[in-house]
């Protein structure tokens, strides 16, 4: 009797041992669920599929990964929407990052950045830290690096854009970003809120006449084969804002946030090459596709330039005077 009642407890202790170690191994398992609206070979999914690859290698069996693209969950809004509530864990944002926190205005001011040499001294440095902080305190979204959406330019149907009075009256497809309207409405161009996926018709039937984009957008989306002109205007840079819900990277393990991190810095590289090799392939392969019915064009930069500085002033006091000056300071 002594034998069995030892025999059961051996046997209980090790079930009990073997269900904590089971539940012990589960829990350490990380289970992310991640989107974005665009579809492969758009900026967004570019970096979040670099992202993706980067930590599935870098976690192995340690990460189970749910990833949604092309808009299977909804729009940009909604994304930011399901991101702070908990219902995604990571998403890339564009423009829209702006209706989140409002100093993310300063980039659009227009002409703001010269180069990507500049790009990178502002969003690695303290004012990338300063965004990450405040994006936490506004939003509970942690910043996990910040990618490239890229150069945008001006496509439209109606005239090369060379000076700014050639942007009169061009109906002009924006995104939601206030600030991006408020500076096309400055300019004289006519700007129409739109849902990226809803653009290509537009521009076909000429709801729009143009739009404003990089390169990699305007090729991923097709918009060459309804656009006549392209002007190489570089106006504004638009970074990919990387985020995770903050709750959700602050309940994380050392070992897992350091993945997490790592990953995030790769997919930031990995973003940035994207951007930099689509301008320099893009414009030649488009006028191949385009078969002559495309024609580039450069802007008068000094023109634009003079145009825009109001707007900055304007941009400026949505975005906040001290932070916007701690911008011009690291961008000069």
Wanted: proline letters at 3%; hydrophobic letters at 40%.
């Amino acid at each position: 009797m002594k034998r069995i009642n030892h025999y059961c407890k051996t046997l209980g202790a090790l079930l009990v041992i073997g269900v904590f170690t089971t539940a012990t191994a589960n829990a350490e398992v990380l289970k992310l669920r991640m989107s974005v609206e665009s579809t492969p070979g758009a900026s967004t999914q570019q970096m979040l599929g670099a992202f993706r690859d980067e930590l599935k290698k870098e976690m192995g069996d340690d990460v189970a990964i749910e990833y949604f693209d092309s808009g299977t969950l909804g729009d940009e809004i909604v994304h930011m929407q399901q991101v702070r509530t908990g219902q995604l864990d990571v998403i890339p944002i564009g423009s829209d990052a702006v209706q989140l926190d409002s100093k993310w205005a300063v980039f659009d001011i227009p002409f703001l950045f010269k180069d990507r040499d500049a790009v990178a001294a502002v969003f690695d440095g303290e004012i990338g830290r300063e965004l990450d902080a405040s994006l936490q305190e506004s939003a509970g979204l942690k910043v996990l690096g910040f990618g490239e959406i890229g150069f945008r330019n001006i496509s439209n149907n109606v005239r090369p854009v060379v000076v700014p009075e050639d942007l009169k009256g061009l109906k002009l497809r924006t995104p939601g970003s206030k600030t991006r309207i408020l500076s096309f409405e400055m300019l004289g161009a006519s700007p129409i809120k739109m849902n990226i996926g809803e653009v290509y018709l537009a521009l076909q039937q000429g709801v729009v006449d143009g739009q404003e984009n990089p390169l990699g957008n305007i090729r991923k989306w097709s918009w060459h084969e309804v656009q006549k002109y392209i002007s190489m205007s570089n106006h504004v840079y638009t970074p990919i804002t990387f985020v995770m819900n903050l709750k959700r990277y602050n309940s994380l393990t050392d070992d897992q946030r350091a993945s997490i991190d790592k990953a995030a810095a790769a997919a930031v590289v990995s973003s940035r090459q994207y951007g930099t090799d689509n301008d320099n392939n893009l414009v030649a392969e488009i006028k191949e596709l385009g078969k002559g019915k495309v024609e580039f064009n450069e802007i008068d930069v000094a023109a634009f330039k003079d145009a825009a500085a109001p707007i900055a002033a304007e941009i400026g006091e949505i975005a906040g005077e001290e932070f916007t000056a701690m911008v011009m300071k690291a961008v000069q």
